[in-house]
């Protein structure tokens, strides 16, 4: 079955260290993206990507890092930068000119 | 960047009933698309229905339906005949047209989470 895969389910991440979230698709999607859920404030974009080597900033980059150097693959850094990582990660995908996003299952970050 | 908001933070529902959930949205544009998507307590994101803002007839998915104001820039989702399974957070989002810069992302509200009353 097509879809999205996003490992691992929960993540527990010590200060300082940098983290890496996996995000594979097998649905021949162009573009993916990483949304960060807070409860209370919806779904944030941190970064997209909607080709191979190529991804840009959302509106709270800040943190973050990410490669696209492949289709199929879109991972997200958590960098020790990012001061407040604690939160829900989900990752999405559409076809170039579709309309809707397909998700992935999330993952759930904790600072321990 | 465009504005989504869902004004109902939490809302209840008898089983069998009816419910409506409020978004509103704010843009400049006049070419977009509208969801509503799902989230169940599993966490994963479902799409319940789309519309594209064009269209004059509001689109309805089985249970599901919206009344899109266009004018108004409303966009809210009316579920009928309420089962125990609906019980989720549903967030409204709005993305811009393709070919648009900011079509590449979605605008998406705080969510309204939904109770469903046996």
């Known amino acids: 079955d097509g879809g999205i895969t996003q490992s691992p389910k929960y993540l527990f991440r010590k200060e300082g260290q940098n983290v890496t979230l996996s995000c594979e698709q097998n649905?021949?999607?162009?573009?993916m993206y990483w949304y960060r859920q807070d409860p209370g404030q919806g779904l944030r974009l941190i970064y997209y990507?909607?080709?191979?080597?190529?991804?840009q900033k959302g509106d709270i980059a800040e943190g973050y890092s990410v490669s696209r150097e492949k289709k199929e693959s879109f991972p997200l850094t958590v960098t020790s930068a990012q001061k407040n990582p604690t939160a829900f990660y989900l990752c999405?995908?559409?076809?170039?000119?579709?309309?809707?996003?397909?998700f992935g299952s999330g993952t759930r970050l904790t600072v321990v | 960047a465009q504005t989504v908001t869902q004004s109902q933070p939490e809302m209840s529902v008898q089983e069998a009933e009816t419910v409506t959930l409020s978004c509103t949205y704010d843009?400049?544009?006049?070419?977009?698309?509208l969801f509503w998507y799902k989230q169940p307590p599993s966490r994963q994101m479902i799409l319940v229905i789309r519309?594209?803002?064009?269209?004059?007839q509001n689109a309805t998915e089985n249970r599901f339906s919206v009344n899109f104001q266009k004018a108004a820039k409303s966009f809210s989702l009316k579920i009928s005949d309420s089962q125990l399974g609906d019980a989720a957070m549903y967030f409204c989002?709005?993305?811009?047209?393709?070919?648009?810069?900011?079509?590449?992302?979605?605008?998406f509200g705080t969510g309204t989470s939904l109770t469903v009353i046996p």
């Open positions: 999405a995908s559409r076809p170039g000119q579709a309309y809707g996003y397909t």
């Open positions: 649905l021949n999607h162009d573009a």
């Open positions: 990507s909607q080709i191979v080597n190529d991804f």
């Open positions: 843009t400049s544009e006049s070419d977009y698309y």
């Open positions: 519309q594209e803002a064009y269209k004059q």
């Open positions: 989002a709005y993305r811009s047209a393709p070919g648009v810069k900011s079509g590449n992302q979605f605008y």
